[in-house]
């Protein structure tokens, strides 16, 4: 073979990888959401992706929603399971190997105070009045030991004046709630959060400034581990964000995405748990305040406020391993 020839066999070759490898890491388009949500729980149960409750706007007007929805990514096709009694949004899953849970949110008209299990078949909920008021766009995350633990938040989502530090463990079987160590940083809401190794990690978020009485976007970090009742502090984010979603990969990594900095996001990062750091990752196919849930080896992504007074009911997915490339 002349030189020539292998050069351009090699050109070609590379020129061919590059291709699969960029195919290879695309988000996977699947079918829309039942309709626009944004502020819904979303999570796993069994072989299903979950969605409950949420919000949308249709003609300026905002809706609370009150169905639980579940797609089959065998059937690649969404079933409604059936409505709740009254609407919810804006609560904390508890996402464990077993079941998707949630606590807290609101029904546009005052926070409610109960824990809400669900295994794929039975639903059942727990009035929890030992909450505090502020479970409204809170942080959390079901962290072992049937223990769940939920922290800052407000008593209102259009309060942004009454954002919260207090952090509360509640006991899965029994509902039992206990007041843990305050979070160390400024009072938040609406910041990324999820459980590896049984420790809770809280990125971002919104908090408010007194002075100009306006939210101020947070680039803060903590980890809280609940045998400890203790908090320490992680590296900042590089740039402040509120709405911004994480979601866990493995033992060791966490996806972070989404998000409002100075406008609605897509870029995403991974953050290493064991060596507190960060690094750039695959954006989301869209900019908006997304729901992400680990299934099956799949990051999917759905749904979320992509603009001021919007949902969308887009839906995708990934390969865990395309993003941990």
């Not at 009694?85 to 804006?90: G, L, Q, R």
């Not at 727990?126 to 922290?151: D, F, H």
């Not at 305050?182 to 938040?188: A, S």
Request: aromatic share 10%; with cysteine; glycine share 10%.
């Amino acid at each position: 073979m002349t030189e020539p020839l292998i050069q351009m066999t090699k050109r070609l070759f590379l020129s061919l990888m590059m291709t699969l490898s960029i195919h290879a890491a695309e988000w996977e388009t699947l079918p829309s959401l039942p309709a626009p949500n944004g502020g819904c729980f979303s999570g796993a149960a069994g072989s299903k992706i979950i969605i409950v409750g949420g919000t949308n706007w249709e003609g300026g007007t905002k809706n609370w929603l009150r169905a639980i929805h579940e797609y089959d990514p065998t059937l690649k096709a969404w079933t409604k399971v059936k409505d709740l009694d009254a609407p919810i949004a804006y609560g904390t899953g508890l996402q464990n190997a077993e079941t998707f849970a949630f606590i807290g949110g609101s029904d546009g008209k005052q926070a409610i105070k109960s824990l809400v299990i669900f295994d794929g078949v039975k639903i059942v909920s727990r009035e929890v009045p030992e909450l505090p008021t502020s479970i409204v766009l809170a942080a959390g995350g079901a962290t072992g030991g049937g223990y769940s633990i939920i922290v800052g938040g407000m008593d209102d989502a259009a309060n942004v004046a009454g954002i919260q530090l207090t952090t509360h463990g509640i006991e899965a079987l029994t509902g039992k709630v206990m007041r843990l160590a305050n979070y160390p940083g400024k009072p938040f809401a609406v910041a990324a959060s999820a459980v590896v190794a049984d420790e809770l990690f809280i990125f971002g978020g919104m908090n408010y400034d007194e002075s100009a009485k306006a939210p101020v976007n947070s680039a803060e970090a903590y980890a809280f581990s609940p045998k400890q009742n203790a908090w320490r502090k992680l590296k900042a984010l590089d740039s402040p964000n509120r709405g911004m979603t994480a979601v866990a990969m493995d033992e060791q990594h966490l996806y972070l995405a989404g998000g409002f900095t100075d406008s609605f996001t897509a870029d995403a990062l991974i953050y290493d748990v064991k060596a507190d750091s960060y690094r750039k990752a695959k954006a989301l196919p869209y900019a908006a305040m997304v729901g992400l849930v680990n299934l099956d080896g799949f990051i999917y992504c759905m749904g979320g406020e992509d603009k001021m007074k919007s949902r969308t009911d887009k839906f995708f997915r990934i390969p865990v391993a395309e993003l941990l490339k």
